[in-house]
């Protein structure tokens, strides 16, 4: 089967779309371009899974260069048959591979290469025969030889044993039945080592075993974790006598007159070189599975929380708590341009409530604040209670919320928070950041690492360069999903569009800074290193507020300007209208002119694919949408509670803020998150959380358990639904 039937057939779409995809990806066009603007030749894939196939396809290329590597290299030893060329051509797996290369590897020293080297390898081959009547005792006489220090049987049959312990090792059939074996029989089992200071971490794993084949990713990576921590003891348990049965059954003939010597050479093969060996793989294999669990969970954690709607027209007030150095503010403007700063101290020990009080009234009646977005890192919850308290003797309406801070303090002290406000203190820039982060999330977080958003599980223990590649394909498809006022972003968020790299979007800064704002996009050909290549594909994701051509403020690639053109032209319809009070503008009846002459015979009209036609009309109808609109808005209160207030029973509306292997956090409005373990997020069976709820969404709870002396909540949704 060739790749491209094998990939299409692997993502059940036509070969001339597997073709298209790779043909794509090779000219070097972007996975948020080809999604976009491309559909025709894919069939309207979404990003997600062409940034899949892109994944796939390089393994299978890997795969297949190590296929090659591996003919070559077996075959330039002149030990190449039909039989190996057939494993080598059913291989499905790169283990698989390596199992089959395994013997012709060059080898380092081993005891049977030292063996080899004494001249004993006719003498294995004798013996693992198995053939004739010959006391091994007169098979090894003819093989003692002083100069090659081989002085007597014992140590001439001890030379063969190693040899044929190690071609019983090296045997790929033999590894894989007892890998199969291994993998669905063996128990991974844990205990306590002596105890340290991280010990009572991993108490639920001291005398602890499960079989490898139902352990959960979470378990894995925290057993991992306890063995790197030095706090457990890790091993694998196997039923030893069922593998030497199969290695026996593969091995010794009936009938064999060395039927004992070859048995003990089982159990030492299996023990000193099979074992050891599978066991570190296994481990190995269940680690990459579970890291890659772990970065699915991250990933589709992360996509919702930069997705979160921006709270947008309003005039904000960052609020970054603390104790000791005080409560930190920043007022942005609707822009987020920052117009004020101060600091308060009405959290201990100071507790300055009053004049605290008098700061930000002030503040609010002279910029007219709309919303104070609070970081939910230390002092939160009292600066939490605070602001409840000071918004119930303001006159003017006024709201809050609790924002996640996780890497404000990173972003602060950044090279990027250092150029952004060169004037400005660094725990003023966290203030600002915490404002920010509400009025647009996904502006504001890509300016830091995602990893420490906080929204995952045991990210510093995963490979970084392959969680760093996964984090910034989603941030790259979430940005070019909205698109960016190219007059307005920082270069940290026009890096990520499709076609532009830092160097690029820092020259688009420069290009601002000394010609002023953009008025249309053929401007951006004028930037340094951005060629035909690039504009092509960064065009359709930049905006530009532009009264001469509407268009440019709409996901309209250039490309496709004379369509738009010919299908006014069409229907008769003024490209004025376009923006207008759509729902009463001729524009609006575009979906039905478009359907009573057939889609198909417009799009052919127009010189376009009917998928291109269909997205040329939603942006037509809606010029400057933020498709982020269309999602659930950020939870904004005016009362507060502490973990004191809960009551069992309570029912309560939530924010989720944490998807995870065995449930999820939900943040009910009190400084600690409680946790709705999987078995209470619904009533049907479900194998992960993550399909039921999202990070951001807004959900109903009942309250099923509360220990404050331990800061825990247990919450329940499917007790809150049968309420």
Known sequence: MSLIEEISKEFNIKAEYAQNIINLLDEGHTIPFISRYRKEMHGSLDDQVIRNFSDRLNYMRNFNIRKEDIVKFITEQEKMTPEIMQSIEKAQTLTELDDIYRPFRPKRKTRATVAEAKGLKPLADLIFAQKGDTPLEELAKNFINAELEVESVEQALAGASDIIAEQISDNAEIRKKLREFITETALIESSLKDENEKSHIYQMYNNYKEAVKTLPSHRILAINRGEKDSCLKVQLKVNEKKCYEIISNDVIKKNSPYTQFIENVIVDSYERLILPSLERKLRTDLTDIANEQAIKMFKSNLKPLLMQPPLKDKIILGFDPAYRTGCKLAVIDKNGNVLDKNVIFPTPPHNAIEEAEKIISDLIDKHKI?????????????????????????????????????????????????????????????????????????????????????????????????????????????????????????????????????????????????????????????????????????????????????????????????????????????????????????IATLPNLIKAKGIENVAKHCGVGVPTLQDIVTELLKPGRDVRSELPKPELRTDAMSIDDLKVGMILKGVVRNVIDFGAFIDIGVHQDGLVHISEICDHFIKHPSEELTVGETIEVKVIGVEPEKNRISLSIKKAKAE
């Open 370 to 586: 709309d919303v104070i977005s609070i970081g939910n890192g230390t002092a939160s919850k009292e600066s939490e209670v605070f602001v409840s308290n000071l918004i119930k003797k303001i006159k003017r309406p006024i709201s809050y919320a609790v924002v996640n801070e996780a890497g404000a303090s990173v972003y602060s002290a950044s090279k990027l928070g250092a150029e952004e406000f060169p004037n400005y203190d660094v725990s003023i820039r966290s203030a600002i950041s915490i404002a920010r982060r509400l009025q647009d999330p996904l502006a504001e977080l890509i300016k830091i690492d995602v990893k420490s958003i906080g929204i995952g599980q045991y990210q510093h223990d995963m490979p970084q360069k392959r969680l760093t590649e996964v984090l910034d394909g989603v941030v790259e498809d979430c940005v070019n999903s909205v698109g960016v006022d190219v007059n307005t972003a920082s270069y940290k968020l026009l890096e990520y569009i499709s076609g532009l790299n830092v160097g690029i979007a820092k020259n688009i800064i420069q290009f601002r800074k000394e010609n002023g704002n953009f008025s249309n996009r053929q401007q951006l050909k004028k930037i340094s290193k951005l060629g035909e290549k690039a504009f092509e594909q960064c065009a359709g994701f930049l905006r530009i507020e532009n009264k001469e051509n509407i268009l440019d403020n709409t996901a309209v690639h250039p490309e496709s300007y004379s369509a738009v053109k010919k299908l006014l032209e069409l229907f008769n319809l003024n490209e004025k209208e376009i923006g207008a009070d759509t729902d009463n503008s001729v």
